[in-house]
């Protein structure tokens, strides 16, 4: 009885430690890439604009063609391959040259057509952003 306790126990504690496994600077990467991505999909484009590094710092009128350039970029998703199915991400690797990651996102199209956009990303105030 005891030491069937204690096995469970350590199984119990096994588990908890593999899933507070801190991720990788290459995963949080990646997955900021997915997300503003995702954002685009759905069509929030300031959350999407407000992915890049400088984004804070965007005047005003600059903002306002970014944000027109970002629509029709995914009108013409919409139009040529008749829209995006989903992102997943496929690697992200570090560049020691450039020092960002580049997140390679695979576009699954609507019109069973796939797509890989590489997206360069850096680190600012702990967060990754789009470059």
């Not at 020092?99 to 600012?124: G, N, T």
Request: glycine share 4%; with cysteine.
């Amino acid at each position: 009885m005891i030491r069937s306790f204690l096995v469970g126990i350590l199984f119990l504690t096994l588990c908890a430690c593999t899933q507070q496994k801190e991720q990788t600077q290459e995963e949080l990467a990646g997955r900021a890439a997915k997300e503003y991505y995702d954002r685009l999909l759905a069509n929030d484009y300031e959350a999407f604009i407000g992915g890049k590094a400088d984004a804070d710092s965007l005047p005003q009128y600059y903002r306002v063609q970014l944000l027109v350039a970002v629509k029709q970029y995914k009108q013409q998703l919409e139009q040529t391959h008749k829209g995006v199915a989903n992102v997943t991400l496929s690697n992200v690797r570090y560049d020691d040259t450039q020092q960002l990651m580049h997140a390679f996102l695979l576009l699954h199209f609507k019109d069973s057509v796939k797509e890989e956009v590489i997206v360069p990303m850096v680190q600012r105030n702990g967060t990754w952003k789009m470059r």
